[in-house]
């Protein structure tokens, strides 16, 4: 049950809401009084920093902005599906299938990124059949003499105790099957 | 009227010129309403033109965006295109309508909410204070627009709601829990609420628009005689 108040009661308590020092019980009590009483509301409004916004009540768009709105709503109404923030459905707006495209676009774009370079097939290494080491390898091998475009030769030299030498060579191709 | 069916589109509105002109007043909207519910399409579109500034406020004061309050709008008319056998001529279409947006903004901003945390962050961030003396008596409508928006971002959807139908467009109590669904207890809760807030959102982060004495409530006077 609202409290009823008189204006004089209404004006101290304005004074204690506009602070924020009031209960929910008074404010209604407040609130309940100035729907009654033009005169404080009036003086209340007259100092209330959030009437601030009251002129937001005047705003008026521009006619340009309602373009689109009327075929979006025929276009709703004739679909037969079901349309409605219910169904989680929004509305598609040119400027979103700009974005749509544009994202498209992108995802395309990493996707062609992220997929490995494809890497020209190696013609097969010729098998030396019951050798212990490549002959490749014997020989200094060069990226020509194993015949794979794709591959890298590295030439390493260790040097051990008593001028001990090992020569390391690696071949790096990706084309070739082990 | 069969939720999903395809009314005819035009005939019968010759008397009320093209939709895209204005709309003759004279018409009223029952009369319109009536030839929408039997189907006119053309009917339906005056009956948007006419109705679609209202719509698209209410709906703006609760989602806060521009673009949202557009698809709450276009949603909106086609929920009453498709509702308009349930309405009840002389029962007031624009309670009704009211009611529709509103729910349908709700709903949008709760569904949003968390698209509207990552939002908040940006608007809270430190803006520069403006100069009082320069703040002109009559603000722009787009600064009050930008500062109700970022103060009133916070707040739950239905305090939005409830705080913009009774201080901005000015309806009772009663009006505003009949479009909310709510009783009217709980709608002065809500305001309460609301108030509280934005005050101390206002005091905080835009003291420059504070009363004289730069604390809400110090030039409030003590109530006026009642004998006045």
Redesign the interface.
Known sequence: M?RVI???????L???????EIS?QE??AL??HR?GCE??AR??RS?D?????????????PAAS?AG??E???A???????????E?L??V?P?SRVAAAALLIVGLAVAALAVPRLTPQAPPVAAVPDSPVLPALVLHPTVESIQSPGARVYEVKLFGENERVTEVVMIVDQGIEL | MDV?R??PETHGVAPEGE?GTAAPREVDDEAVLRRAAGGE?RA??LL??RK??RA??LAR?IVGQD?DA??????A???V??MLARYHPGSGFDPWLGRIVVN?AI??RR?NRTRRRGLRVLATAPRPPLDRAQVPR??R?DE??R??DDLAGGLPARQRAVF?LR????M??DEVARLCGVRA?TV??H???A??A???A?QRRYPE???RGG???S????????G?
Not at chain 2, 167 to 170: C, Q, R, Y
Not at chain 2, 219 to 226: C, L, Q, S
Request: hydrophobic share 40%.
């Open positions: 609202t008189d204006c004089a009661a209404f004006g101290r304005a004074k204690l809401e506009a602070r924020g929910a404010f209604a609130d309940h729907e005169r404080c003086s209340m100092t920093p959030l009437a601030l916004f009251k002129g937001l009540a005047a705003e008026e768009r309602w709105l009327w979006g709503v025929r709703g109404i004739r679909s037969e599906g079901s349309l409605g923030l219910g989680g929004r509305l707006r400027s | 999903g395809r009314p939709a399409l339906f579109e948007v033109e679609r500034a698209y406020r004061y673009e557009e698809d709450v709008v276009q949603l008319f086609i929920r295109w498709r349908l709903d949008f569904r009559g603000l409508e009050i627009r500062v109700f913009a201080e901005i467009e000015g009772d109590t207890s002065r809760n305001l309460f609420q108030r509280r934005l005050q101390r206002l628009y504070l009363p604390r809400p409530g030039d409030v006077e003590d109530g006026h005689d009642a006045d």
